[in-house]
T-cell receptor
Framework: DVKVTQSSRYLVKRTGEKVFLECVQD?????MFWYRQDPGLGLRLIYF???????EKGDIPEGYSVSREKKERFSLILESASTNQTSMYLC???????????FGQGTRLTVV | GQSLEQPSEVTAVEGAIVQINCTYQ??????LSWYQQHDGGAPTFLSY????GLEETGRFSSFLSRSDSYGYLLLQELQMKDSASYFC????????????FGSGTQLTVLP
């Protein structure tokens, strides 16, 4: 089975800190995605990547950046964490023409 | 851009049939998929429709009408364990293959 692993399950950071969320997949998928999930808002796409060093903005990219230096790893960066970035962050991957996305277990980030 | 609409909540009793609708707007449609998410868990894939018609997988079926930009998930013989959030998601065409989710439908199955 495909495995998508997020580096932390729970994370607490202070306002203004630079935060790195890491995601690794083991099935050679071309596409990788970062979402945030908030109650009543579903999964909102932050950024996605369809190849190494390639990235595209999703619906809510403000305050975030991403890095994809290797095919299996996709990092989400909060340049200066703010309390409104407290959320559940989900990473997913798919084949380029794949029908299904595989998700990591999520990182619950709290910014205090 | 992409947008999807689905009901926020649905309630049904064990053994019943429930349909969760999804309408979408997208620039470049590739396929519609459905995911299930239990509280505290990650979304898991249920089904995918790339062409018009019905796809059946056990108790779950999914339907797509590309001309109407509409799809639904049909859950039969409901069980308590089906209580979860259900999301429709649109995959866009083009090189980027963006995957956009709806806001989710909370299904509650009552005994």
């Amino acid at each position: 089975d495909v495995k998508v692993t997020q580096s932390s399950r729970y994370l607490v950071k202070r306002t203004g800190e630079k935060v790195f969320l890491e995601c690794v997949q083991d099935m050679d998928h071309e596409n990788m995605f970062w979402y945030r999930q908030d109650p009543g808002l579903g999964l909102r796409l932050i950024y996605f990547s369809y190849d190494v060093k390639m990235k595209e903005k999703g619906d809510i990219p403000e305050g975030y950046s991403v890095s994809r230096e290797k095919k299996e790893r996709f990092s989400l960066i909060l340049e200066s964490a703010s309390t409104n970035q407290t959320s559940m962050y989900l990473c997913a991957s798919t084949l380029s023409r794949g029908r299904r996305a595989f998700f990591g277990q999520g990182t619950r980030l709290t910014v205090v | 851009g992409q947008s999807l609409e689905q009901p926020s909540e649905v309630t049904a009793v064990e053994g019943a049939i429930v349909q969760i609708n999804c309408t979408y707007q997208t620039s470049g449609f590739y396929g519609l998929s459905w995911y299930q998410q239990h509280d505290g868990g990650a979304p898991t894939f249920l089904s995918y429709n790339g062409l018009d018609g019905l796809e059946e997988t056990g108790r779950f079926s999914s339907f797509l009408s590309r001309s109407d930009s509409y799809g639904y998930l049909l859950l039969q013989e409901l069980q308590m364990k089906d209580s979860a959030s259900y999301f429709c998601a649109v995959k866009s065409s083009g090189s980027a293959r963006q995957l956009t989710f709806g806001s989710g439908t909370q299904l509650t199955v009552l005994p």
